[in-house]
């Protein structure tokens, strides 16, 4: 079946250390592959999405994302983490053969001063 | 959100009641989607439409009607026959609805039931 893992519902990471949100899917096809930040009662921002080409996606504020087609992840990263990056993080694919985008539960990403 | 705006931002709903929520894109998008959210189970896919006076039923459409009259306009109806319409309600546009295309959000509507 076609699907989206985000496998933890809470990050927790100090300000001004790496951040890592992770996301699966599930092999059918072709994936293309995106991120979305959330804030409270907003819509979502797109960050970023991976189509073809190189595995290393660089997005907005400084978030990139590598496509791991072995380990079928799309993990979130930034290299220092800013307490304003606390936000509701969802991963969404979407198959080739498909009319229509999943989402991931979200994580919550928490940063601490 | 910008492009895309999404009205009332708050909305209560009485028993038995339909109501109406709004939603308009500036950015010459051919297609639009409505999505639910509720905590803890990302986003849910309600209706969809890739031209105008054309839509098709997403994973949860009943309870919801749609229409598509106009290229910038989506409007999303809540009837009476959803028990359980307390939810944010997300309204979104893609250039097309090419699966490579990235989708647009507006500000969302928070339905609360009276």
């Known amino acids: 079946a076609q699907s989206v893992a985000q496998p933890e519902d809470q990050v927790n990471v100090a300000e001004g250390n790496p951040l890592t949100v992770k996301c699966t899917y599930s092999?059918?096809?072709?994936?293309?592959l995106f991120w979305y930040v959330q804030y409270p009662n907003r819509g979502l921002q797109f960050l970023l999405k991976?189509?073809?080409?190189?595995?290393l996606v660089k997005g907005s504020y400084g978030f990139e994302a590598e496509f791991n087609k072995s380990q079928t992840s799309f993990h979130l990263k930034k290299p220092s983490a800013l307490v304003s990056d606390s936000a509701l993080y969802f991963c969404?694919?979407?198959?080739?053969?498909?009319?229509?985008?999943?989402f991931g539960s979200g994580t919550r990403l928490s940063i601490r001063p | 959100d910008g492009g895309i705006t999404q009205s009332p931002k708050y909305l209560f709903r009485k028993e038995g009641q339909n109501v109406t929520l709004s939603c308009e894109q500036n950015?010459?998008?051919?297609?639009m989607y409505w999505y639910r959210q509720d905590p803890g189970q990302g986003l849910r896919l309600i209706y969809y439409?890739?031209?105008?006076?054309?839509?098709q039923k997403g994973d949860i459409a009943e309870g919801y009607s749609v229409s598509r009259e106009k290229k910038e306009s989506f409007p999303l109806t809540v009837t009476s026959a959803q028990k359980n319409p307390t939810a944010f309600y997300l309204c979104?546009?893609?250039?097309?609805?090419?699966?490579?295309?990235?989708?647009?959000f507006g500000p969302g509507t928070r339905l609360l039931v009276l």
């Open positions: 092999v059918s096809g072709n994936p293309y």
């Open positions: 439409s890739q031209i105008v006076n054309d839509f």
């Open positions: 991976y189509i073809t080409g190189d595995n």
């Open positions: 979104a546009s893609s250039p097309t609805g090419g699966v490579r295309e990235t989708q647009y």
């Open positions: 969404a694919v979407r198959y080739s053969s498909a009319s229509k985008i999943i």
């Open positions: 950015l010459n998008h051919d297609a």
